[in-house]
């Protein structure tokens, strides 16, 4: 019995230690509480927990919890959050590189093309280059992509490019706003969390927000009668990166599994917005309380063109910005996207 219990005591104690020794991750993302892209990231960011065999677990944190939306990479480079997966656009101001990064506005035709180049393609690579030369040993990125292709909300009818002129618009910062520019729309930059109430207040007329089923979640539709879907141009591109002491304190096991999860857990999100979004348009069609508008090719090619003359003015304010562009256009060329 006296052997018994010593070995159940051995065996509590090894597991207190395990417990003890767990560490928990907190990581700030750019969804608000309660947006559908907040409940599946924390729902799929548990699984690390099992994964690890209760070793890491991730607090999954709204945008703003701990520090404002454009100033998390500061927060993970010091250590007051372990990491972000945050809309890279935000910091277009720190670096034109970020912009060309964070969403090569009318470039790519699927979300899975971008997330291919992000994470296989060379993408994952040029946003570690970046932050090795402006934040240099601070920050690990992890991955990048898109989770879909976001569904422009619009309380106007935009059927073409010659509907945007004139026009308030919600847009990121950097490259996204300065293409609405170059349309004729007048861009400003408001936090995704702030879009439903610029929407009914008038503030703007429509806003590059999320994907459809995220837009849906977040009640836009109820004051937002005009969505144009599938979106016109814009791809989020979302970074996971760590801090650099905390990621080089990590086991190789448990940075396998932060790999692992970080191309899994995108790559579920991708599939499942798609396929709820397209459940959800299917509804709203039924219903006929909304018109969704799909541009034709002929004005996504206008578009498009706009876009392109914006991709070179960006690409040449900074080297790092060139190099982010010639980045996504040999990979573009790989897969036959451009001559």
């Known amino acids: 019995m006296k052997k018994l219990l010593t070995g159940v005591l051995a065996s509590a104690l090894v597991m207190t230690a395990a417990v003890a020794d767990a560490k928990t991750l907190k990581f700030q993302i750019s969804s608000k509480s309660g947006d559908w892209a907040y409940n599946y990231l924390t729902e799929g960011w548990k699984q690390l927990d099992v994964v690890t065999d209760g070793g890491l677990k991730m607090d999954v944190l709204a945008t703003k919890a701990v520090v404002p939306h454009r100033e998390t990479i500061d927060a993970v480079a010091n250590g007051i959050l372990d990491g972000d997966m945050n809309a890279i656009a935000y910091f277009a101001g720190r670096d034109p590189a970020f912009a060309i990064m964070g969403d090569l506005i009318a470039g790519y035709d699927t979300p899975d093309q971008y997330a291919e180049y992000c994470m296989n393609g060379g993408g994952k690579e040029m946003l570690q280059k970046i932050y090795d030369t402006l934040m240099p040993n601070k920050i690990h990125v992890l991955g990048c992509g898109p989770y879909g292709k976001e569904a422009f909300v619009s309380t106007v009818p935009i059927r073409g490019v010659a509907d945007l002129k004139g026009l308030k618009i919600r847009s990121p910062e950097g490259l996204a706003a300065d293409v609405f520019r170059r349309a004729g729309a007048s861009p400003s930059s408001i936090p995704f969390s702030e879009v439903y109430t610029s929407l009914e207040k008038g503030i703007v007329d429509a806003a590059d927000a999320s994907v459809y089923i995220n837009n849906h979640a977040s009640g836009m539709h109820k004051i937002a009668k005009y969505p144009l879907y599938p979106g016109i141009h814009s791809m989020a591109n979302i970074q996971t990166i760590i801090n650099k002491r905390v990621w080089d304190s990590l086991s ?11 191309y899994s857990v995108w790559a579920s999100m ?3 917005s798609r396929l709820d979004g397209l459940d959800q348009v299917a509804k709203d069609k039924a219903a006929g309380d909304l018109e969704i ?14 876009a392109v003359a914006a991709w070179y003015d960006f690409a040449g304010k900074s080297p790092l910005a060139k190099e982010a562009l010639d980045s ?9 996207l451009i001559d």
């Open 252 to 262: 190789d096991s448990e940075k396998a599994a932060m790999e692992t999860l970080t």
């Open 270 to 272: 991708l599939r499942d």
């Open 293 to 306: 508008i799909d541009w034709s090719t002929v004005e996504r090619k206008k578009f498009r063109e706009i």
């Open 328 to 336: 996504n256009l040999s990979y573009m060329r790989k897969i036959g």
